[in-house]
């Protein structure tokens, strides 16, 4: 029995993390400061005797806890809205956060990951993008609050590697969707969801040629967890390579609420820098992991994520 810590354990991708290991028989101590973790993420865990929760933001020391064999670090907001809501605890909690965590995993000897993402590439001028590509990001932007703490925290990780010999990971997280996103996080797949579901227009920003593509969040843990168990350091992309356009997937889930009188509307971009382009080629992860990309289809995906988000209006 290992003992995982993950810091963002209450989130979104965290705490379906937490819900694999304990499945695994692993012990699981979530650490969050639920600025957007949710007590209902968890709650599911509480009578599990192998899960803890310990309520503490990141960015300050970490209280007392038991020796770990793994600290996954995955605090941290994620959609463009905290960006401008929280743009100081988002610095501080892939700065000083990442350096707590890798001073944890350093004194225990643990396996450090972290939750990198494809906003590293900023908009992208390689398309699709692979893990070589440095990216091209403004520092001073919108974005650069998360884009850049972010690139920070890689080459944290990376230091921690080669100074301290630290056993480190970095996975590059692509956008990734699934039951437990807050239906008010303000990210596409919410929020086309839940505008479909209420009969609102859904808000397709600027023109809606640009182009995401989604990853259900069981493939996306599927690959975190095989890199995990790996002594890769990578980074390694995970997401999906089926890329759309946001207009293109506006209208797919209309189409996925039968009898919805949503239409499309389509009102100015909301932030600046939004990137025009994001694909990852998977070629990495498939041949260091066996990871093959995603089973689940978005169909089937955004179906279990329109049931979840149903049961909440
Ligand atoms: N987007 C949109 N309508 C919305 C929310 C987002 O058209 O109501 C677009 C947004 O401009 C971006 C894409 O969808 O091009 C993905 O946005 P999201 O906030 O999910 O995350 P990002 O991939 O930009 O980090």
Avoid at 194 to 216: H, I, M, W
Avoid at 280 to 299: D, E, F, M, S, Y
Wanted: with cysteine; charged share 25%; glycine share 8%.
């Amino acid at each position: 029995m290992a003992h995982i810590l993950i810091t963002g354990g209450a989130g979104f991708i965290g705490s379906h993390l937490c819900g694999k290991y304990l499945l695994r028989g692993d012990r699981v101590t979530a650490v969050d400061s639920f600025l957007t973790g949710s007590e209902e993420n968890v709650a599911r865990f509480s009578e599990n005797k192998n899960f803890t929760l310990i309520r503490h933001d990141v960015s300050e020391p970490f209280p007392e806890i038991d020796k770990t064999d793994f600290v996954l670090h995955f605090a941290c907001p994620a959609s463009p809205v905290d960006f401008t809501r929280v743009p100081l605890e988002i610095l501080r909690v892939d700065s000083l956060g990442t350096f707590n965590a890798l001073e944890l995993a350093k004194k225990d000897g643990a396996r450090f990951l972290l939750a990198s993402t494809s906003e590293v590439y900023g908009d992208p001028l390689v398309h699709p993008q692979t893990e070589d590509y440095w990216g091209n990001v403004n520092p001073t932007g919108l974005r650069s609050c998360y884009d850049e703490a972010k690139r920070f925290a890689e080459a944290a990780t990376m230091v921690y590697l080669r100074k301290y010999e630290v056993n480190t990971g970095i996975v590059r997280i692509f956008n990734t969707y699934g039951p437990r996103m807050r239906l008010d996080d303000g990210r596409v797949v919410p929020n086309f969801c839940g505008q479909a579901l209420r009969n609102e227009p859904l808000t397709v920003y600027g023109d809606g040629k640009q182009t995401r593509s989604f990853c259900f969040v069981d493939d996306l843990v599927d690959g975190i967890m095989r890199l995990v168990d790996s002594n890769e350091h990578g980074p390694v992309n995970i997401g999906n390579p089926d890329e759309h356009t946001i207009l293109d997937f506006a209208k797919f889930v209309v189409e996925a609420v039968p009898g919805t009188r949503s239409r499309i509307e389509f009102v100015p971009l909301k932030f600046t820098d939004d990137p025009k382009q994001r694909r990852p080629v998977i070629a990495r992860a498939q041949k260091l992991l066996g990871w093959n990309g995603p089973k689940v289809t978005l169909k089937e995906g955004i179906a279990k994520t329109l049931d979840y988000f149903r049961a909440r209006l």
